[in-house]
């Protein structure tokens, strides 16, 4: 029996997983370049061969770990998002999912953001994920703001996306979430402007 069954009941893509949830409490809780593939592998109770019969290198591991948390974190917007009929209030509720994704990480953080820090290096594999991710958000942004049907919905999303972003690294910086909560009043006053609800704020 190999060891990927014995260890998960459920072959390879056990391993896997397991493989990248270990990367995901190292790399995101101690740093990537602080972390060996050896404590990656033991994490996961696997050999370090086992690991790179996954991902043929640590770089690879790094893009797969960061694809991984996208795929977490858009999974915990829509969700969010799902609590919410109206597409403004949607727009605002984008704060919520910041809020929460930020302290289910105990402050430390965006991910991505850590990552690029780490790899200035615009060429590598990482930087094209942690690229992608916010290519992801403001797309998802400016979605929401079509629906909104307001005049200018790429206007609004990038002014909403550079709110969000800057409330997420705050609150990181300052171990305090409740920034996000305060970024979401301003956000519904981008919003409300847009629509032409309400003057643009500092107007």
Request: net charge negative.
């Amino acid at each position: 029996m190999t060891e990927e069954k014995t260890q998960t009941g459920n072959g390879g893509e056990g391993t896997r997983e397991r493989l990248l949830a270990a990367a995901d409490g190292l790399f995101y809780g101690g740093g990537i370049c602080a972390t060996g593939v050896n404590a990656v592998a033991e994490r996961a109770g696997v050999t370090k061969m086992t690991l790179y019969a996954h991902f043929s290198s640590k770089d690879e591991l790094v893009a797969a770990y960061l694809e991984d948390h996208d795929r977490r974190w858009r999974e915990f917007l829509e969700e969010t998002l799902a609590g919410h009929d109206d597409p403004k209030d949607k727009l605002s509720a984008v704060c919520d999912a910041y809020r929460g994704w930020l302290a289910a990480g105990n402050l430390r953080g965006c991910a991505f953001v850590n990552c690029a820090a780490e790899f200035p290096d615009p060429g590598h594999p990482a930087r094209r994920v942690v690229r992608e991710h916010k290519a992801g958000v403001r797309e998802r942004l400016g979605a929401l703001a079509a629906e909104a049907g307001v005049m200018d919905p790429g206007t609004l999303a990038e002014r909403v996306f550079v709110v969000l972003e800057g409330a997420y690294v705050t609150g990181a910086l300052e171990g305090d979430e409740g920034v996000l909560g305060r970024a979401r009043e301003l956000v519904a006053d981008l919003v409300a402007a847009a629509a032409g609800d309400r003057p643009s704020p500092g107007a």
